[in-house]
């Protein structure tokens, strides 16, 4: 060999391996699938590396998008949240106002200023009649 010619490298060559023949004798062979091609691994693993990166950047996409309904439902939670924090704090206050609203249809102060009323015309005329009967004893 001389130094002066470059080393050639051969490309990859594709061999079949051929099954065995079926005997005459009617024995069978084990596996007819036995029969392979031979495929040069880089451009295969090529294929299959872009097959894959194709799959991962759809997934991405997929999970992107997921992502971005998941903050979209957050937001919308919240928002929900809070209007059921004011829906409730309206709701009490509105329950005490029927509360008080009762206790003014019972009507406890109407009641109460009635009565005060009654007594003072009471007195004043238990006090006008007693006057009448010292009148008559004089």
């Given at each position: 060999?001389?130094?002066s010619?470059?080393?050639?490298?051969a490309?990859?060559?594709?061999?079949?391996?051929?099954?065995?023949?079926?005997?005459?004798?009617?024995?069978?062979?084990?596996?007819s699938?036995?029969?392979?091609?031979?495929?040069?691994?880089?451009?295969?693993?090529?294929?299959?590396?872009?097959?894959?990166i194709?799959?991962?950047?759809?997934?991405m996409?997929?999970?992107?998008?997921a992502?971005?309904?998941l903050?979209?439902?957050?937001?919308?939670?919240?928002?929900?949240?809070?209007i059921?924090?004011?829906?409730?704090r309206?709701?009490?206050?509105?329950e005490?106002?029927?509360?008080?609203?009762?206790?003014?249809?019972?009507?406890?102060?109407?009641l109460?200023?009635?009565?005060?009323i009654?007594?003072?015309?009471?007195?004043?005329?238990?006090?006008?009649q007693?006057?009448?009967?010292?009148?008559?004893?004089?």
């Amino acid at each position: 060999m001389s130094t002066s010619q470059p080393l050639e490298i051969a490309p990859p060559t594709i061999t079949t391996v051929v099954p065995p023949t079926v005997p005459a004798t009617g024995t069978s062979v084990k596996d007819s699938s036995t029969a392979t091609t031979m495929v040069p691994d880089t451009s295969m693993s090529m294929e299959k590396m872009m097959k894959e990166i194709k799959e991962l950047e759809l997934q991405m996409a997929e999970l992107k998008e997921a992502k971005e309904k998941l903050v979209k439902l957050e937001v919308s939670y919240d928002k929900s949240k809070i209007i059921v924090a004011k829906k409730t704090r309206e709701i009490k206050a509105l329950e005490n106002k029927v509360k008080s609203l009762e206790k003014d249809l019972t009507l406890h102060k109407t009641l109460a200023e009635i009565k005060t009323i009654l007594w003072t015309k009471i007195g004043q005329s238990i006090t006008d009649q007693w006057i009448s009967i010292q009148t008559i004893y004089e």
